[in-house]
């Protein structure tokens, strides 16, 4: 909360079941982006339903009433398994990859969302998907998740249906925000993607380290555009891209209106403090 009653939530980044800890010795608000792609990396097949289901329920129920945001997998480009037969791109980072994926492979998307669902019978669990760049994703990602749900209903397994939303960390998510708001409960901008795709900057290639800036104007009209939109629909939003941990902009976002920001643990004290000296 600042001084003049704004109230913003400050929640945690993490990549793996193994940093719960650290979100609670730093006393974030919650999870606002859990990368589930660690349960994917460095292994020879795909985790089964079990494992994953087992793997989301232990976070959500270690973060008791708080808010978990998992993000449904967003492999491909930097993030690779060779099982996953993804074969070699000339563009990866704007290749087959994350919802596409997902998508194109309903069956892997499926054996996610049901787990998902399963475990958000124990906490307080969100769910978000990433590289979003149309309303009719969104529409197709709804037809999976209700199929899931019917399946689920009908074989008598305890589930949940938790609160969706989707990052916005493509232009297109951003330029078409109004019509996405009505089709979810949240957004979180990944600003990370969104920079690298609005500059035109490989967000992993370092000699365009001088280039690359996040303070561009660009980026600060979509975020505020973004959060327009939500708002106009009754809707909130996140930052959970690096920028959300940038304290030279917390008072901006918070004049912007964004309703949280999800930051690396050792961030959340620092952006809190930032909060309360408004
Ligand atoms: C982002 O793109 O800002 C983001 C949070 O996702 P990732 O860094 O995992 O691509
Ligand atoms: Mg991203």
Redesign the pocket.
């Known amino acids: 909360m600042t001084s003049d009653g704004k109230k913003i939530n400050i929640y945690a980044?993490i990549g793996s079941a193994g940093d719960v800890g650290y979100v609670l010795e730093n006393d974030a608000g919650g999870i606002g982006?859990f990368?589930s792609e660690f349960l994917y990396l460095g292994r020879e097949d795909f985790p089964t339903e079990e494992e994953q289901f087992q793997a989301y329920r232990q976070v959500v129920q270690t973060m008791g009433e708080k808010k978990v945001i998992i993000r449904t997998l967003?492999i491909g480009a930097d993030k690779q398994a060779d099982y996953f037969n993804l074969g070699k791109e000339e563009n990866p980072a704007m290749g087959y990859r994350a919802i596409r994926i997902c998508l194109k492979e309903p069956e892997t998307f499926k054996t996610q969302l049901r787990a998902l669902l399963r475990a958000a019978v124990y906490g307080n669990l969100s769910v978000m998907y990433?590289m979003i760049i149309s309303a009719e994703e969104v529409m197709r990602i709804h037809d999976i998740a209700e199929e899931v749900e019917r399946e689920l209903k009908e074989a008598g397994v305890p589930y949940r249906v938790p609160e969706q939303g989707i990052?916005i960390?493509t232009p297109a998510a951003v330029m078409v925000s109004d019509e996405l708001a009505e089709l979810v409960d949240f957004f979180s901008?990944?600003?990370?993607?969104?920079t690298q795709y609005t500059l035109a900057i490989d967000r992993q290639n370092q000699r365009l380290e001088d280039f690359y800036n996040p303070h561009h104007k660009a980026i600060l009209r979509m975020i505020k555009m973004v959060v327009d939109n939500a708002h106009k629909c009754g809707k909130w939003v996140g930052i959970?891209?690096?920028l959300g941990a940038d304290l030279a902009l917390t008072e901006e976002f918070v004049d912007m209106g964004v309703d949280e920001l999800s930051v690396a643990p050792p961030m959340v004290l620092k952006v809190r403090e930032k909060v309360r000296a408004m």
């Open positions: 980044n982006l990368r967003d990433p990052m960390e901008i990944g600003t990370n993607d969104l959970c891209g690096e």
